[in-house]
């Protein structure tokens, strides 16, 4: 049983990571694409094998995998960290005093400059333990990744070893030169070449590389890349290299199975989720509650399998925006609600890139939405989706509740399930998805407030009607005599004000009382 319209490649899984990766980076979008693609033209310039290629390609593709686990680390040395990672980034093979002085710079640019300057400084030759812990963090998490994936243990090695440099002077500082994983060192050649290829094209990546090789960046791989001249970037520069770099895949090019389809959604769940200390654990229980809630409704198999999925990614975006907002003891700003609305977008975005998954991407990027229409990103309407997204956004406003956050404690059950119905009875969400939800949350079913003063059965002749349904049809569906169900068409119209069946409709809508039968 699958949900997905077609197949999926085990790269297009992986190149939905990695997007996401470059996000949480404040890269350019596809910088690991590009990566992954630079270090198999590397390793094919030095003649290696093809198994020692898909090695070289995945880890490209994977090489910020770990990134959330240190961004709160980040956060606090650097403030934005999204602002100030891509900097830090382009020296990380560099010398040390590039190193000191970009922190000095990017490190919370609200602070004095020699408040600024002075801490850098204690940091940079005082907390090698505090490095080699964001070091450790970002590899063990990566690592841990790819195996859950179910990449080869070669894979696996290479992703522990991600920030040793040749000269022994990276983190933690076990391995220097041959001993380092060549994959790694492919890697980090291929990083360091398109951060300052998209900067300063062919001649600042090639004066940048030549610089580094022998110090932070393996020579043989510098010569390698250095060799191919322009033709390395060749493609590189076209609006999206997504398809370019699924071609450029080594190897038998493998399809994702079910088991491991569920396995990598799983990781690129925690992903997400570890950005914030806040949100550990909440896109799973969004999933199993999410599923649980369309089981309750009476979904088919296929959508239940497809809600859960979508669950499963839909905070993928939460990793564009800085972790200081997610962790914000108080009320957010204006630009900061802004960045928070937006990472339900850059969910769909990062998923609809694969099309194996576009199935679930507009159903994660609707997570925020609200039936009144004051919700995020698209702020659609009670009708503009269907039952799987408003049980989606039930379920995860109910979870959400249930957690704590930096602006608040975790609600009960019963002040979750509470707050979850004056939503509803406000219109901001369907009563039959927030009825599901509760019971699949162990809540009992709550008789939600109807707007007008409509009864049950108002209701149920009301979202059908506005389904285009005939008289005869509405009464023929819910059992009853035509005659009784012109009484309740003509009852309704009283209570809502209306005269017409277009101005019920509206109506309907705006209360999320549109039938889904």
């Known amino acids: 049983m699958t949900a997905l319209s077609r197949p999926l490649r085990l790269a297009e899984a992986t190149g939905v990571l990695s997007l996401a990766t470059d996000l949480a980076m404040g890269q350019q979008l596809e910088h690991g694409l590009r990566t992954a693609v630079l270090a198999v033209r590397i390793a094919q310039a030095l003649d290696l094998s093809e198994d020692d290629q898909v090695t070289v390609f995945y880890t490209g593709m994977l090489h910020f995998a770990g990134c959330t686990a240190e961004s709160e680390i980040d956060a606090r040395f650097f403030g934005d960290e999204l602002s100030a990672r891509p900097q830090m980034i382009a020296v990380a093979f560099g010398t040390r005093l590039d190193l000191v002085a970009t922190a000095a710079r990017v490190a919370h640019p609200e602070r004095a400059r020699l408040a600024r300057a002075a801490a850098v400084t204690r940091s940079a030759f005082g907390g090698v333990a505090e490095f080699r812990r964001w070091a450790a963090s970002h590899c063990d998490v990566a690592r841990v990744l790819g195996a859950r994936m179910g990449f080869s243990e070669q894979i696996q090695l290479a992703l522990r070893h991600l ?58 791989a510098v010569s390698a890349l250095l ?3 322009e033709h390395a970037y060749e493609g590189l520069d076209a609006p999206s290299i997504w398809e370019d770099a699924l071609l450029a895949e080594p190897g038998p090019q493998p399809v994702v199975g079910e088991e491991r389809l569920d396995a990598c959604l799983s990781a690129i ?51 564009a925006v800085p972790v200081n907002v997610w962790a914000k003891p108080g009320p957010l700003n204006r630009d900061e609600r802004e960045q928070m609305r937006l990472h339900a977008y850059h969910s769909e975005r990062v998923l609809d890139a694969a099309a194996g998954l576009r199935p679930l991407a507009r159903l994660a990027g609707s997570h925020g939405e609200r039936c009144d229409g004051s919700g995020y990103h698209r702020g659609s309407r009670a009708g503009d989706l269907p039952l799987t997204a408003w049980l989606l956004a039930a379920a995860d406003c109910y979870q959400a509740m249930r957690e704590p956050r930096a602006h608040r404690r975790a609600l009960s059950p019963m002040a979750a399930a509470d ?33 007008a003063g409509l009864s049950e059965r108002e209701c149920e002749v009301l979202g059908l009607l506005a389904r285009g349904l005939a008289t005869k049809q509405v009464a023929r569906q819910l059992g009853i005599s035509p005659k009784t169900c012109d009484h309740h068409i003509q009852s309704l119209y009283g209570k809502v004000g209306v005269s017409t069946r277009a101005g019920a409709t509206l109506f309907a809508l705006e209360h999320g009382l549109v039938s889904s039968d």
Do not use: Y
């Open 227 to 229: 060799g191919l001249g």
């Open 269 to 319: 769940a925690d992903f997400a989720d570890l950005k914030s200390m806040w949100t550990v654990g909440h896109s799973r229980g969004v999933a199993e509650l999410a599923e649980q809630s369309a089981a309750q409704a009476g979904l088919t198999a296929a959508d239940v399998l497809l809600l859960r999925r979508a669950a499963l990614v839909h905070d993928i975006g939460r990793v």
């Open 419 to 451: 707050a979850l119905c004056r939503d509803a009875d406000a219109g901001r969400f369907a009563p039959e998805a927030v009825n599901a939800v509760l019971i699949a949350a162990g809540q009992p079913r709550r008789p939600l407030r109807r707007p």
């Open 163 to 220: 920030w040793e440099r040749w000269d022994g002077k990276g983190m933690p500082g076990e391995l220097r030169g041959d001993q380092i994983p060549l994959a790694v060192r492919i890697m980090q050649v291929a990083q360091d070449a398109d951060v300052a290829w998209q900067h300063g094209g062919t001649e600042l990546a090639s004066r940048i590389l030549a610089g580094r090789a022998g110090s932070g960046l393996d020579p043989a």
